[in-house]
């Protein structure tokens, strides 16, 4: 019978009598640990991040741009041409059964004024179900409502930003702001949003009633026009059949034949917001298995000092044969050893991979989340790499000669 912790006291005294030795060759270990965890931080942080991103545009979202002019034989841009109205809005509404809510969009740019203060931003003039469509919450005050849209009252809801930058701490609800002039009475505060995926600062606007935009603010090519569409599927799998209705409902109500184009483009927002995100995934898969490369390069270590350590111990291994040692003894006495070296490197590879994701998390910026997941594969597979080089040299030493290992000089 194999006696344990007999074999592993003489394991530990054995490292302890080469104590440089042994530190040199954790040192592989200790960087593969600490890189793999490091690394899978920061690739976790900028998934989360991504994410956060992705639902801070809305779920289940599509987006309907006007169609392209064409001067000279030159084809402009998606949305050069205006070509939808708040009735295609109001149409999608009631005749696409996969539809939950539209958002028809007016927007342009303005100066606005609330006394001394003054702010360039985005003004969107919209309906009371882009609240719903862009999934955005009031932090205080009421949304307009569709007696506002119908009278094109002269009513807004700021951004946080546009509230830092005009208020202060001031309370806004209640204030007269100018936007290009016109006076305009705040009746509410977006949540915070933060930015969205292309790095825009979604809570540099202000919504209106479109409405009010359309009438007072930037004007009309023709009435009812509006600049895009905003639109929310009942769910996600509701995309594809909301994406299909649309297009067969506006092709119908632009008049648009059989073989021409489309004056319109219909894009699903969520498909490629989640292909960014599958994209940061398999980023971080793969600077995890960059940094793996490293504990290879440990193990190999260890494989290496363990057979120098079997030819200088030769003799001690065929006085220990002679007495009465199996060969287990011996292997597992071998194996003991690497297992030790690579666990220990592994538990200070961990501490020095936490503490390095944070530090580059303070000093560079970057959002990193350390996982308890992470932890345990980069610890696990430490313990993996001991046992698997440190077989070879074990199984070495066990199938030694108790002879020929006694008089070895």
């Not at 912790?5 to 200790?30: D, F, H, Q």
């Amino acid at each position: 019978m194999i006696n344990l912790p007999s074999t592993l006291r003489i394991a530990l005294r054995a490292l302890r009598v080469n104590k440089m030795r042994s530190a040199l060759t954790m040192l592989g270990i200790i960087i593969g640990v600490g890189a793999v965890i490091a690394m899978l931080a920061v690739g976790t942080g900028a998934s989360k991040k991504i994410a956060e991103q992705i639902s801070s545009m809305g779920s289940n979202l599509l987006i309907i741009l006007p169609g392209a002019t064409t001067a000279g034989g030159v084809r402009m841009g998606a949305g050069t041409q205006p070509t939808l109205t708040m009735g295609d809005a109001e149409a999608i509404q009631k005749e696409c059964p996969a539809v939950a809510d539209v958002a028809p969009v007016h927007s342009g740019v303005a100066q606005v004024v609330y006394g001394h203060q003054n702010w360039s931003t985005g003004v969107v003039g919209t309906t009371p179900s882009m609240l719903e469509v862009r999934d955005w919450s009031l932090a205080s005050g009421r949304p307009f409502t569709l007696q506002d849209v119908k009278s094109a009252t002269k009513v807004c809801l700021l951004g946080q930003t546009v509230v830092d930058n005009l208020f202060g701490s001031m309370d806004p609800l209640g204030q007269i702001i100018r936007i290009k002039k016109i006076p305009f009475t705040v009746i509410g505060v977006l949540a915070a949003k933060g930015q969205s995926p292309s790095g825009q600062d979604q809570d540099d606007t202000i919504y209106v009633p479109v409405t009010t935009a359309q009438k007072k603010l930037f004007g009309t090519s023709f009435p009812g026009m509006v600049r895009i569409i905003m639109v929310k599927a009942k769910s996600a799998e509701d995309l594809g059949p909301a994406e299909k209705q649309i297009n067969e409902l506006l092709r119908q109500r632009h008049h648009i034949g059989q073989k021409q184009e489309n004056d319109f483009t219909v894009r699903n927002l969520t498909q490629i917001m989640q292909t960014a995100e599958q994209s940061t995934k398999v980023m971080t898969l793969l600077l995890g298995a960059i940094a793996s490369v490293s504990l290879l390069v440990g193990g190999i270590g260890i494989m290496n000092i363990m057979l120098v350590s079997v030819t200088e111990r030769t003799r001690e291994i065929g006085i220990r044969m002679a007495v009465g040692a199996k060969t287990w003894d011996i292997r597992l006495q071998f194996i003991i050893e690497a297992l030790t070296l690579s666990l220990i490197g592994g538990v200070i590879g961990i501490i020095i991979g936490v503490s390095g994701s944070k530090i580059l998390s303070s000093l560079a910026g970057w959002p990193t989340i350390v996982s308890p997941l992470s932890i345990f594969l980069a610890f696990g597979f430490s313990g993996l790499v001991g046992i698997f080089f440190g077989f070879y040299p074990a199984y070495k030493a066990s199938n030694l000669n108790p002879i020929d290992a006694l008089r070895f000089e």
